[in-house]
């Protein structure tokens, strides 16, 4: 195994080599869409270097790649817990902070995040609250309250909303939300919790069309659902497309006021990326006022960069759902990894889910 | 000597890419999963780390076996619906005129040049207003649709060679066109049936696509189920276990079916 892998590592980093020879270039892992082609094109311009990116959807994509032994990428974009992952692998690069003067840009909530006090591996770059995306002009028609995950849980609410309800197909996420409906922390120890949040899904479960990590954007904006739990990033997609649709209702979302999850994207420097120069000439232009706001400009993610600020448009920028007051804030919580035995143990929940 | 040469590549590439991972598999299903993904070493402070407990995990309830079986009724429903449809289809393509056959067989390859997952988005804008999506139906409808043409082509393949002279004698005999089908077409076509069947079913079997984007609320295959333990769980033993028990009964489905396969041949 470890000679297999020691081989293939050897081929690749041979046609990296050559590839590299020809000019300079950065290579990016990233999220889908979480980069303009403009912010592209200003930084290739101005580092005089080209700017290759490849794309994943959920971190543990992007983990189990890296763990397959995909080497060469320069800079990552992992969430909080996807960062823990990598540093307790021993796959980052420290930050050379006399290169990144624009650090100083960081809003002073994100300097000391549990998987990274003091920001010296990961640089954050954008954040997302996992909440509740609905149909305003029907859920105002129906009488129903947006701002409770009792909207997703609780029957008497469901009964109206028949079919008309997606959830994510994460079993972490799902699991969080209930949680917090319970009062209960994302982190929680105690199985017995983890069991009544069990018991709360399955009743609800009747009610819901399906698990979507995806779809639910388009069923949101065409009117096909009229409840979506997912990212505050999707739901800005949503609500904007069923906009320019000119369909004859509005997408709204927010925070429950029980909590929710929230995820810090940061870049970090992979261990086995060629260019650590480039990539923190990369961090440094992103941390730029007007660069850093593109993310929330363009796709409505929230923004960790207060240079950020002045360019946002303030109807993002205002919008509670992405940009979380600091109430809200307080009843947010990131997800953290757990061990095997505790991983086993909610996914063989998660199976039941899903069969019953 | 010319015979092994021919036959060495491909042999090669049979145990680099079927073997070796096949038996990597085994020996991570024995493994601890880390703790952050990936595998706890074999050996680890002198202490040896494999055991049975996956396979504990596994037996110690009936909800995995429940998922095999439900996958099993999925990719055997889906095989015989693709059967009783492709069969007229590659009948008629078989027996049309030399001229229009292969533009027929090109008709039915063509839905394969788009991608798979367009194709798949688009059964979800077609079943979303008449209140089909996220249901059984939709997972059954796009398995099919994607499958069929695996099913289509060996079929023709093998009734397009059949002698035009034994059909013309079974009337001569007497024969009418059902007896003529039953006692001669359907004979001959069975090794284009277990070849369509096999294409059709073991894909299925493993598909976690199809009703991760159609399927409901209830609508979880061993596919999903595997594809979960690498990538959402990151618990590689669980996958591995899983994986390796799905190949062991593909396997075995594959031998019991080359075996009906000559019992009939002989027979015939």
Redesign the interface.
């Known amino acids: 195994?470890k000679a297999?892998r020691a081989s293939v590592v050897a081929v690749l980093l041979a046609v990296l080599a050559m590839l590299a020879h020809a000019e300079d270039v950065l290579y990016l892992y990233i999220w889908n869409t979480y980069l303009s082609e403009d912010t592209v094109q200003r930084f290739e311009v101005q580092c005089r270097c080209r700017l290759k990116q490849d794309f994943y959807s959920?971190n543990?994509?992007m983990?189990?790649k890296l763990?397959a032994g995909a080497i060469g990428y320069d800079l990552i974009v992992p969430t909080g817990n996807a960062v823990?992952?990598l540093l307790?692998?021993n796959a980052l690069r420290p930050l050379d902070k006399s290169k990144l003067p624009n650090l100083k840009n960081v809003k002073a909530e994100f300097h000391d995040p549990w998987y990274d006090p003091g920001m010296r591996y990961a640089v954050p770059y954008a954040t997302t609250v996992t909440l509740l995306g609905y149909n305003a002009t029907r859920l105002a028609e129906l009488g129903l309250p947006t701002d409770s995950w009792a909207l997703i849980f609780e029957p008497r609410h469901l009964e109206k909303l028949k079919?008309k309800v997606t959830v994510l197909?994460?079993?972490?996420e799902l699991m969080a939300a209930a949680m917090k409906y319970l009062g209960y922390s994302v982190q929680e120890n105690d199985p017995a919790r983890w069991d009544e949040a069990k018991r709360l899904i399955l009743r609800a479960?009747?009610y819901?069309?399906?698990?979507s990590n995806s779809?639910y954007i388009?069923?949101l904006a065409?009117g096909?659902i009229w409840v979506a739990h997912g990212y505050s990033s999707d739901m800005f997609r949503a609500q904007q497309d069923a906009q320019e649709a000119k369909r004859p209702f509005t997408i709204g979302f927010r925070t429950p006021k029980e909590g929710a999850v929230l995820a810090v994207d940061s870049f970090v420097l992979h261990k086995s990326g060629r260019r650590p120069d480039l990539a923190h000439q990369f961090i440094q232009f992103m941390l730029e006022g007007a660069n850093a706001a593109d993310v929330s400009s363009l796709i409505g993610a929230g923004n960790p960069n207060a240079a950020a600020m002045p360019y946002i448009p303030p109807e993002i920028a205002g919008n509670p759902g992405i940009f979380p007051p600091p109430d809200d804030l307080r009843r947010l919580e990131m997800l953290r990894?757990f061990?095997?035995k505790t991983?086993?143990l909610?996914?063989?929940m998660?199976?039941?889910i899903?069969?019953? | 000597m010319t015979k092994w040469l021919v036959s060495l590549p491909p042999t090669l590439f049979l145990v680099v890419f079927f073997l070796?991972p096949a038996l990597?598999m085994v020996g991570a299903s024995f493994q601890?999963?880390?703790?952050?993904?990936?595998l706890v070493p074999a050996m680890q402070d002198g202490q040896f780390t494999l055991s049975l407990e996956t396979y504990r995990?596994f037996l110690g309830d009936w909800?995995?076996a429940?998922?095999f079986g439900r996958s099993f009724l999925v990719a055997a429903a889906t095989t015989l619906i693709c059967l009783l449809l492709a069969y007229p289809l590659a009948l008629l393509i078989a027996r049309s005129g030399q001229r229009h056959r292969n533009l027929l067989v090109l008709l039915v390859i063509l839905p394969l040049a788009s991608n798979f997952l367009i194709r798949i988005y688009a059964w979800?804008i077609l079943l979303?207003p008449v209140?089909l999506?996220?249901t059984p139906f939709a997972v059954i409808a796009g398995m099919v649709y994607v499958h069929l043409p695996f099913m289509v082509l060996p079929l023709y393949n093998n009734l397009e060679q059949h002698d035009p002279a034994l059909l013309e004698a079974a009337q001569d005999l007497g024969a009418g066109t059902w007896t003529r089908f039953w006692r001669i077409t359907l004979p001959l076509s069975l090794p284009g049936i277990w070849a369509g069947s096999a294409l059709v079913f073991i894909p299925v079997l493993g598909m976690f696509a199809i009703p991760?984007?159609l399927?409901?609320?209830?609508d979880?295959l061993i596919g999903?189920?595997i594809k979960?333990?690498?990538?959402?769980?990151?618990?590689w033993p669980?996958g591995s276990t899983l994986s390796l028990l799905l190949t062991v009964a593909v396997l075995a489905l594959a031998g019991l079916s080359a075996r009906a396969g000559r019992l009939r041949r002989g027979r015939a």
């Open positions: 195994m297999l959920d543990e994509e983990l189990a763990e823990e992952t307790r692998k079919g197909n994460s079993q972490r479960k009747p819901w069309a399906t698990f779809t388009k069923d065409i096909n990894d061990d095997p991983r086993r909610l996914s063989r998660w199976t039941e899903k069969v019953r | 070796v990597l601890q999963p880390g703790d952050f993904g990936g995990f909800i995995y429940e998922i979800i979303g209140d999506l996220y991760e984007l399927g409901g609320t209830r979880l999903n189920l979960e333990q690498f990538l959402d769980n990151r618990d669980l």
